[in-house]
């Protein structure tokens, strides 16, 4: 093993070595418009064929020695920051963010991509289970199910974890973000709270959490549910983006209609 591909333990660097996942990685880059952002571009083995797309591309690092080593072989239209991405605060409006993501920070930097202005399109190198669920395959996760009215998730490819070095424990996934254009909820803070709500409230099934933790009435459930014809014990991992668009509006209908005396 060369010591360029030796990452540092503490930074949770596995560095991506396969021709094919580049390739990948690079023409769904070539196909989404903008200036580039890249997270984590290591040594450069992505940060080198994006360059070649002749578009204004900034690369942050945070290893001192590899930031210093990349900027040195990099051409003109290539910015390479020494910086943690997670404190990174944009200077620019990329059309597309890419990265392989380190493994530990995957959660973190997600949160962190998600409100972050102006991009349009993301790449990711994440976890196959991070992928998954992000994708609402499976089961979403809270974190997607908060930010779907805003964000589609897609899993493009499973990453074999032999295409990385050192090669890590688990497999990874080529998940692709990109911002809607129109949102299916305009409202973000009350949406999110709902979520929240739901997806940490106590009782047997969507139909009881619902009502119990979430206060939505007891007809208008039943009913939400019959109409989308999901089971009264379906739980909030199941719904799809739409779903929850639809639920949300429901349950703003029912919270703005007279009551009947």
Same mark, same amino acid.
């Given at each position: 093993m060369s010591? +360029? /591909?030796?990452?540092? +333990?503490?930074?949770?660097? /596995?560095?991506?070595?396969?021709?094919?996942?580049?390739?990948?990685?690079? /023409?769904?880059v070539a196909a989404a418009d903008g200036p580039i952002l890249e997270i984590g571009p290591g040594d450069g083995a992505l940060t080198r064929p994006l360059s070649r797309l002749d578009r204004p591309l900034t690369a942050v690092e945070v290893d001192p020695r590899r930031a210093k080593r990349l900027a040195e072989d990099m051409p003109g239209h290539v910015t390479v920051l020494n910086e943690d991405i997670l404190f990174h605060r944009l200077r620019s409006k990329p059309g597309v963010v890419v990265g392989n993501v380190p493994f530990?920070?995957?959660?973190?930097?997600?949160? #962190? =991509? =998600?409100?972050?202005? +102006? #991009?349009?399109?993301? $790449? =990711?190198?994440?976890?196959w289970e991070v992928a998954r669920r992000r994708a609402g395959i499976g089961g979403a996760s809270l974190l997607t199910a908060r930010m779907w009215p805003w964000f589609d998730f897609t899993v493009h490819s499973r990453v074999s974890r032999h295409a990385f070095r050192p090669v890590p424990a688990v497999d990874g996934g080529l998940l692709v973000v990109h911002r809607r254009p129109t949102p299916l909820v305009a409202e973000r803070e009350p949406y999110q709270h709902f979520v929240h709500r739901v997806f940490t409230g106590r009782g047997y099934g969507l139909r009881e959490i619902l009502t119990r933790s979430a206060g939505v009435p007891a007809a208008v459930a039943r009913d939400w549910l019959h109409a989308h014809r999901m089971p009264a014990n379906a739980l909030p991992r199941d719904l799809t983006a739409e779903q929850w668009a639809a639920?949300?509006?429901? $349950? %703003?209908?029912?919270? +703005? %209609?007279?009551?009947?005396?």
């Open positions: 010591r +360029h /591909n030796r990452g540092r +333990h503490e930074l949770g660097q /596995n560095f991506l070595v396969d021709a094919s996942v580049i390739a990948d990685v690079t /023409n769904l530990h920070i995957t959660t973190a930097t997600l949160r #962190w =991509l =998600l409100a972050a202005p +102006h #991009w349009r399109t993301a $790449v =990711l190198l994440v976890q639920l949300w509006a429901t $349950v %703003r209908r029912s919270a +703005h %209609r007279p009551s009947r005396r």
